[in-house]
């Protein structure tokens, strides 16, 4: 069973920086898809970035440009480095790992079998 754990999070400045890792352990492969969530209060899931088994990365809108996913093949850990926040950004940023559905877009929750905790971030204006 694959687990994942996110780090990173915290309170920042609207304008500032934060960068979020979720480390992978037990059967996460790295050739699983990774990706990033956040939920806002009283607001749904919301994809993020997803990094494809073979590296393709696929980015949302609202983040597009301010944010950039990575992974570490080697260790398997996905990397969330995130510029110019600003208060829409706010919320608990998971990771999810292993595409469950090929259907499914990239960056819907439904697509991913494992998930992590989340990690709270928080930008104030």
């Known amino acids: 069973q694959g687990q994942l754990e996110e780090s990173g999070g915290g309170s920042v400045q609207a304008g500032g920086s934060l960068r979020l890792t979720c480390k992978s352990y037990?059967?996460?492969?790295?050739?699983?898809?990774m990706a990033w969530f956040r939920q806002a209060p009283g607001k749904e899931h919301e994809g993020i970035a997803a990094v494809g088994g073979s590296g393709p990365t696929t980015y949302a809108e609202s983040v597009k440009g301010r944010f950039v996913a990575s992974k570490d093949y080697t260790t398997n850990t996905l990397f969330l480095e995130m510029n110019r926040l600003n208060a829409e950004d706010s919320g608990k940023y998971s990771c999810?790992?292993?595409?469950?559905?090929?259907?499914?877009?990239?960056?819907?929750?439904?697509?991913?079998?494992?998930w992590g905790w989340g990690t709270q971030v928080t930008v104030s204006s």
């Open positions: 037990g059967g996460t492969r790295s050739t699983y898809s």
């Open positions: 999810a790992a292993q595409r469950v559905s090929t259907t499914a877009p990239v960056l819907a929750p439904e697509s991913y079998r494992h």
